[in-house]
């Protein structure tokens, strides 16, 4: 049987503590002890990813906890928008080393993320599933 609620915020500090280390690790070791070419600059949005998916895969956790959905969100649901955070903020810094970014444009980008997920998530809901 389904449940009706999201798996608890604890089943997912595994996952989360194992990207904090590997992201923020990385990410430091890149900052630090690298010189800027472009191996390490791929380094960088990498790591960057993973250590803001890291950081933002308990908040998304707790928060789909807290306010549920009609089906409750899956653990893949929860990790997507964890990674889709990672995602924004390896592009907010990608633009930024280009100098083209705006406030405007990071608003349009965390619009047009935030319009994905919620696509995603209305098809999600779409699915028939008979009990």
Do not use: C, D, H
Request: proline share 8%.
């Amino acid at each position: 049987m389904e449940s009706r609620i999201s798996p608890p915020v604890r089943s997912y500090l595994p996952a989360a503590i194992l990207l904090l280390l590997l992201g923020w690790g990385g990410l430091i070791y890149v900052i630090f002890f690298s010189s800027p070419n472009g191996g390490t600059r791929w380094a960088f949005f990498f790591t960057t990813v993973i250590a803001l998916t890291g950081t933002a895969l308990p908040v998304a956790a707790f928060l789909n906890r807290r306010f549920p959905s009609i089906p409750p969100a899956t653990p893949a649901s929860v990790v997507r928008q964890a990674m889709w955070f990672g995602i924004f903020g390896a592009t907010l810094a990608w633009l930024q080393l280009g100098r083209v970014l705006t406030p405007v444009m990071a608003l349009l980008l965390a619009i047009g993320l935030v319009l994905i997920e919620w696509l995603l998530r209305m098809r999600e809901r779409s699915q028939w599933k008979p009990n």
